[in-house]
Antibody, heavy 119, light 110 residues
Framework: EVQLVQSGAEVKKPGESLKISCKGSGYSFTSCWIGWVRQMPGKGLEWMGIIYPDDSDTRYSPSFQGQVTISADKSISTAYLQWSSLKASDTAMYFC????????????WGQGTLVTVSS | QSALTQPRSVSGSPGQSVTISCTGASSDVGGYNYVSWYQQYPGKAPKLMIYDVSKRPSGVPDRFSGSKSGNTASLTISGLQAEDEADYYCCSYAGSYTWVFGGGTKLTVL
C-alpha cells in the first residue's frame, strides 16, 4: 500500500526555523517526483515545488523560490520542506504528494502538516 | 505563473449534471494535455479524480469526466450525489517541471 506520512503539527514563533518531513512507503521512492502544496486557512491549493529523490533535482514555483528549501534523503525515503526564518504568513497546512511515474499528476497525498507561526 | 481561473462556486440538485471550468493560458492548460482534477473535503487531503485531461483513476466513479478545449479544461459530474459536495481544484503542467493550481470551486448539492 502506497503511503505518504507527514510529520506532526508545529507551532513556531516568527524568525524561527523549521523542517517538516514526508516519508514514502509502498512504492519506489526514487522513481517518482514528490511535490509540496500549501493551503492557507480557508484558501486554495498552491503548488510550491517538487523534488526527484533519486538525484535531488528540485524545481520551485516563482512564488516560493528563495522562501523555502525542498530536499530529500533517499536512504530513508523521506522528503523535506524547510524554512530558515518563519513569518506569520507561513501559517498554513502543507501537503506532500507523489507523482506517478510519468510525473504528470499527483496520485497519492500525505495527510498534511499544520504549521502555525505566532508570537 | 498565475493561478488558473475557476468559478468560486457551482451548485446542482441530486441527479443533475454540473460542469466546472478551469481557464489558463497557452503556457499551461492550452500547451499540454496534463490537466488533473482533485476533490477535497474540509480538513482532508486532496484526492485525484481526473488526470491527463480525461483519464479516471481506478475507483473513481464514471460520473466524473474531464475534457479540454483550447486554454480551458472542464470537469463534469453527472448524476450528482450528496457525497459529491466538496471543493474541486484543477491543476496543469506549466512547463519546466512546474505546475499551477486553480483557485478552487466549491460544489454545493442542493
Amino acid at each position: 500500500e502506497v503511503q505518504l506520512v507527514q510529520s506532526g503539527a508545529e507551532v513556531k514563533k516568527p524568525g524561527e526555523s523549521l523542517k517538516i518531513s514526508c516519508k514514502g512507503s509502498g512504492y519506489s521512492f526514487t522513481s517518482c517526483w514528490i511535490g509540496w502544496v500549501r493551503q492557507m486557512p480557508g484558501k486554495g491549493l498552491e503548488w510550491m515545488g517538487i523534488i526527484y529523490p533519486d538525484d535531488s533535482d528540485t524545481r520551485y514555483s516563482p512564488s516560493f523560490q528563495g522562501q523555502v528549501t525542498i530536499s530529500a534523503d533517499k536512504s530513508i525515503s523521506t522528503a523535506y520542506l524547510q524554512w530558515s526564518s518563519l513569518k506569520a504568513s507561513d501559517t498554513a497546512m502543507y501537503f506532500c504528494a507523489k507523482s506517478d511515474s510519468s510525473g504528470t499528476y499527483y496520485d497519492y497525498w500525505g495527510q498534511g502538516t499544520l504549521v502555525t507561526v505566532s508570537s | 505563473q498565475s493561478a488558473l481561473t475557476q468559478p468560486r462556486s457551482v451548485s446542482g440538485s441530486p441527479g443533475q449534471s454540473v460542469t466546472i471550468s478551469c481557464t489558463g493560458a497557452s503556457s499551461d492548460v492550452g500547451g499540454y494535455n496534463y490537466v488533473s482534477w482533485y476533490q477535497q473535503y474540509p480538513g482532508k487531503a486532496p484526492k485525484l479524480m481526473i488526470y491527463d485531461v480525461s483519464k479516471r483513476p481506478s475507483g473513481v466513479p464514471d460520473r466524473f469526466s474531464g475534457s479540454k478545449s483550447g486554454n480551458t479544461a472542464s470537469l463534469t459530474i453527472s448524476g450528482l450525489q450528496a457525497e459529491d459536495e466538496a471543493d474541486y481544484y484543477c491543476c496543469s503542467y506549466a512547463g519546466s517541471y512546474t505546475w499551477v493550481f486553480g483557485g478552487g470551486t466549491k460544489l454545493t448539492v442542493l
